[in-house]
């Protein structure tokens, strides 16, 4: 069984719970639904126009101040970035503007602006989205491909640590979320692709990519 992340021959059987049914990579350890469960793009679209999250909640940015704060102590004043897989309310653009720095937005359903991504970014954060990657091999190639040298990639997503609670985990009950990633699961990705992997706190990983080739 192929992986979905790491493109390896390593995916295992890991659970089936319900009708839906789990792998196991053995080599980068994602943990990925099996792709004939995954949700169409309508049931996704439907699932995430439930989400009310705004500028004015309080808790929500604070949420927020998880990746923005660690991102914010490693940028340089007036960087230019992406916030990719925004939502219908970019509440963490508006955080990093509020900040200095200029964000363009990319999202598949709300903001499917392709301009967005043929424009290298001195960072992009990606903050609980990568759990909704089908593909997300490919997905982190594009991230890759739109850094400068240097740049960050800012990601928040549940690590996922517990096997015996997995299958009464909140964040695997989503139904949009198909991929679960271990610390481990998020380190080989930053090896893979040459980046520099720091993780500042809990379920948050910065990524930097080389200035320079290895």
């Known amino acids: 069984m192929r992986c979905p992340v790491c493109e390896g021959p390593d995916g295992r059987a890991f659970q089936v719970i319900g009708e839906r049914a789990y792998g196991r990579c053995t080599r980068c350890e994602a943990t990925f639904l099996f792709p004939e469960h995954r949700p169409s793009r309508q049931a996704e679209r439907a699932e995430y126009e439930l989400h009310r999250n705004t500028g004015d909640d309080a808790g ?6 998880q990746v923005a704060t660690p991102l914010l102590q490693r940028l340089a004043p007036g960087r230019s970035g992406l ?17 200095g720095h200029t964000v363009a937005l990319y999202d598949p359903f709300f903001h499917p602006d392709q301009a967005a991504l043929a424009t290298p970014h001195d960072f992009i954060t990606c903050t609980e989205v990568a759990e909704h990657f089908h ?4 997905e982190f190639r594009r991230l890759d491909a739109m850094l400068r040298p240097g740049g960050w990639l800012a990601l928040m997503t ?6 015996a609670r997995f299958a009464q985990w909140h964040y695997r009950r989503d139904p949009t979320h198909v991929v679960f990633y271990r610390e481990t699961t998020l380190r080989w990705l930053a090896q893979h692709h040459g980046w520099h992997c720091e ?3 809990a379920n948050v990983v910065l990524m ?5 080739p290895a």
């Open 83 to 99: 916030d990719y897989g925004c939502g219908p309310g970019p509440v963490l653009a508006t955080m990093l503007r509020e900040a």
């Open 135 to 138: 593909q997300p091999a490919a």
């Open 158 to 163: 549940r690590f996922q640590t517990d096997d």
């Open 208 to 212: 930097q990519k080389r200035t320079a």
């Open 60 to 65: 929500y940015r604070a949420f927020l101040s």
């Open 199 to 201: 993780v500042p706190g």
